[in-house]
């Protein structure tokens, strides 16, 4: 894959657009050969008469943006999405945009599956692939909006769908579920090269052995507490189980190093990328900007 066909795309709602200058800046520290980036910030027509976010029809007008500049392929990477640590450049660069022309692949999630949050049982590939997973399943996470690599025409195939299905009201999460389960034809075919990498196989710095066995073990609890919350029958109750067990503190380390559930919950601070940034190197000095514009 010719690295000159491969970019960044950076979709910033406007609540949110205080994060852009943070999230270049972790780039240039923590990716610096990172390809180029793309920006796609909300016009007035992407805003409804009653005030609400098209995020779609935005990020549709940046993947054609990208498009017509000659790339073919995109790292979608939200604005409150930031790398916390050092990439894995050469995976990032050359490795994933390789894979997704041999496997082939049309969207590869950069959230590894080897977490607490993904219970998936779907094919995992061998370790000349990196240990990705195949997600074969009817239930699992295509197309989700944590950072990932795309084909940007089936990135504006679901942009297509979305926009058909849902109109100027398409939020993102609108379009995570509707491009997940879409069985329009022109979009499901794609469904089948959908795969996720699994962190600790891509990781700039390996796992110890004890390290290994740890994960290996919460894992284990996890995939277990998460088999159980179907049977907690009332939505506030299966809500605050998962608050308790904190099934969204998942650092992701490799190769973009991220957190789950991203810098803001709710409006303000996420509480789980408070406590896991504040324990990496230049952490405290990133909740400290990230504070001071809240």
């Known amino acids: 894959m010719n690295r000159a066909h491969l970019c960044v795309l950076v979709p910033v709602a406007p609540r949110y ?78 490795t994933l945009p390789g894979l997704m022309d041999s496997l082939p692949a049309s969207h590869i999630s950069l959230m590894g599956w080897d977490n607490r949050r993904h219970p998936s049982k779907s094919p995992v590939l061998g ?21 990932g690599l795309w084909k940007l025409d089936v990135l504006l195939k679901c942009c297509e769908e979305v926009l058909g299905n849902i109109g100027p009201e398409a939020s993102a ?19 089948s090269e959908c795969f996720q990498v699994c962190a600790a196989s891509m990781a700039l710095e390996k796992m110890s052995l004890p390290s290994k066995i740890r994960s290996a073990l919460e894992r284990f609890f996890y995939m277990r507490m998460l088999g159980l919350m179907p049977l907690i029958r009332s939505q506030n109750l299966r809500e605050k189980a998962f608050r308790f067990f904190n099934f969204d503190r998942v650092f992701s380390n490799g190769p973009y190093p991220m957190v789950f559930s991203g810098v803001m ?26 504070s001071s514009k809240i």
């Not at 008469?49 to 500049?69: F, H, P, V, Y």
């Not at 370790?127 to 950072?147: Q, V």
């Not at 999460?173 to 069985?183: G, L, N, V, Y």
């Open 17 to 94: 657009s205080w994060l852009l200058p943070i999230l270049l800046d972790c780039l240039k520290t923590f990716w610096p050969d990172h390809p180029p980036v793309i920006v796609a910030e909300a016009l007035p027509e992407d805003t409804t008469a009653e005030g609400r976010l098209c995020w779609t029809q935005m990020l549709q007008r940046g993947a054609i943006k990208a498009r017509s500049q000659g790339f073919a392929m995109a790292y979608l990477i939200l604005e409150e999405q930031l790398p916390v640590a050092k990439c894995h450049s050469v995976h990032l660069n050359q």
């Open 127 to 147: 370790k000349e692939f990196f240990h990705l997973k195949h997600l074969a399943g009817e239930r699992d996470p295509r197309y989700n909006l944590h950072p």
């Open 173 to 191: 999460w609108q379009f995570e579920r509707k491009s997940a389960r879409s069985t329009s034809p022109t979009l499901s075919r794609h469904h």
């Open 265 to 290: 919950a709710k409006g303000k601070l996420n509480p789980h990328f408070q406590s896991i940034v504040r324990r990496l190197p230049e952490g405290e000095e990133l909740l400290s900007r990230i």
